[in-house]
């Protein structure tokens, strides 16, 4: 299991590094924007806070666009890059062409049929959105255990689940075999507390000693 904080807020993203389980970064245009800083700027800071990967969207019109976003986008990051591409006529060709040079990722997937094509092109990842296909969609709640069956047995294509809204969501996507999440800050910090853990601990504390 790998987990993301879903930010492009560099306070928050310094915060969950710190924790010291978070596999990595996912941002996306939206995320971008809400940073005080100017993109590059903010996705240089990010890759210096965590040691795992920044997730970048391209956005370019065209073919010849995102090539070029690419490119710069690799020069900003380097290893730690994945190329986020939206799941679209234009995105799926996209990723055909960069999948053998860099790590990438559909994004905004919302049919199985989707995700073999994420595969097909040589993507890493198959992202969907589990809030948003449960809203959206009749059978959204099926769609990421539609995904995993779909690409179980495959190591090169995995899932990744991101627009989770509560707890329950997170353990959905988890129960359905996704193996990749990510969260957005304010859901991620609420991971580790339980108020029966800390009582827990608190008669521990209370009735025992220890070395200090």
Known sequence: MTIYVDSAIPEEVLQAADWGWIGGVTTNP??????PLPPRETLKQLAAMVNGYVFYQLTAPTLDGMLQEALEAHHLL???LVLKIPATTLGFQVAARLSDDY???ITAIFSPEQALLAQACGARYAIYYHNRAKQWMPEG???GPKMVRLLAGNQDTEVLAASFKSK???YEAASAGVKHLTINFDLLKTLAEDEFSQRAVDEFNSN????L
């Open 30 to 35: 939206g995320l971008l924007a809400k940073s």
């Open 78 to 80: 380097s290893d730690q």
């Open 103 to 105: 790590t990438c990722a």
């Open 141 to 143: 709640a099926e769609l």
């Open 168 to 170: 329950q969501e997170i």
């Open 208 to 211: 025992g000693v220890g070395i």
